[in-house]
Protein backbone atom coordinates (compact mmCIF):
# COMPACT_ATOMS: atom_id res chain seq x y z
CA UNK A 1 0.00 0.00 0.00
CA UNK A 2 2.88 2.23 0.84
CA UNK A 3 4.71 1.61 -2.34
CA UNK A 4 1.22 2.36 -4.00
CA UNK A 5 0.56 5.78 -2.30
CA UNK A 6 4.13 6.64 -3.16
CA UNK A 7 4.43 5.66 -6.74
CA UNK A 8 0.78 6.89 -7.79
CA UNK A 9 -0.62 10.73 -8.24
CA UNK A 10 -3.79 11.54 -5.75
CA UNK A 11 -6.94 11.25 -7.91
CA UNK A 12 -8.76 14.03 -8.89
CA UNK A 13 -12.16 15.45 -7.20
CA UNK A 14 -14.38 13.63 -10.38
CA UNK A 15 -12.80 10.27 -10.47
CA UNK A 16 -13.38 10.55 -6.52
CA UNK A 17 -16.72 11.48 -7.09
CA UNK A 18 -17.78 9.58 -9.19
CA UNK A 19 -16.06 6.05 -6.79
CA UNK A 20 -18.02 7.56 -3.81
CA UNK A 21 -21.60 8.11 -5.91
CA UNK A 22 -20.92 4.40 -6.98
CA UNK A 23 -20.33 2.52 -3.46
CA UNK A 24 -23.22 4.56 -2.11
CA UNK A 25 -25.76 3.72 -4.64
CA UNK A 26 -26.26 0.30 -3.01
CA UNK A 27 -26.95 1.85 0.52
CA UNK A 28 -29.17 4.69 -0.87
CA UNK A 29 -31.63 2.16 -2.88
CA UNK A 30 -31.30 0.10 0.51
CA UNK A 31 -32.71 2.99 2.36
CA UNK A 32 -35.44 4.28 -0.35
CA UNK A 33 -36.86 0.45 -0.32
CA UNK A 34 -36.64 -0.16 3.54
CA UNK A 35 -38.21 3.71 4.08
CA UNK A 36 -41.51 2.28 1.39
CA UNK A 37 -42.02 -0.88 3.76
CA UNK A 38 -43.50 1.25 6.81
CA UNK A 39 -46.39 -0.11 7.82
CA UNK A 40 -48.53 1.50 10.43
CA UNK A 41 -49.32 -0.18 14.07
CA UNK A 42 -53.56 -0.64 13.23
CA UNK A 43 -52.75 -2.95 10.58
CA UNK A 44 -49.77 -4.70 12.54
CA UNK A 45 -51.26 -5.16 15.82
CA UNK A 46 -54.33 -7.63 14.70
CA UNK A 47 -51.60 -9.67 12.42
CA UNK A 48 -49.36 -10.58 14.94
CA UNK A 49 -52.12 -10.91 17.33
CA UNK A 50 -53.29 -13.61 15.04
CA UNK A 51 -50.05 -15.01 14.20
CA UNK A 52 -48.24 -14.99 17.81
CA UNK A 53 -51.26 -14.94 20.26
CA UNK A 54 -48.35 -16.12 23.01
CA UNK A 55 -46.75 -12.60 22.82
CA UNK A 56 -47.53 -10.16 25.10
CA UNK A 57 -47.41 -7.40 22.19
CA UNK A 58 -48.61 -4.23 24.09
CA UNK A 59 -46.26 -1.05 23.85
CA UNK A 60 -44.43 -3.35 21.78
CA UNK A 61 -42.27 -1.86 18.49
CA UNK A 62 -43.19 -3.68 15.73
CA UNK A 63 -40.18 -5.06 13.06
CA UNK A 64 -41.55 -5.25 9.01
CA UNK A 65 -39.07 -8.64 9.00
CA UNK A 66 -41.31 -10.52 12.01
CA UNK A 67 -44.42 -9.80 10.04
CA UNK A 68 -42.60 -11.12 6.98
CA UNK A 69 -41.15 -14.26 8.86
CA UNK A 70 -44.68 -14.90 10.44
CA UNK A 71 -46.77 -14.39 7.22
CA UNK A 72 -44.61 -16.60 4.53
CA UNK A 73 -43.45 -20.30 4.87
Same mark, same amino acid.
Do not use: H
Given at each position: #? ?5 R ?9 ? *??? %? *? ?9 ? $?? $? %???? &??? #???? @?? $???L ?5 ? &?? !?? @? &?? %? @??? !? *???
Open positions: #YRYFVLNKAPSTRVTV *ISN %L *ILSAPTTICFV $SA $S %LDVV &GNE #YLYP @LL $SLYPQYDLS &GA !TY @L &GE %L @LKQ !T *ITP
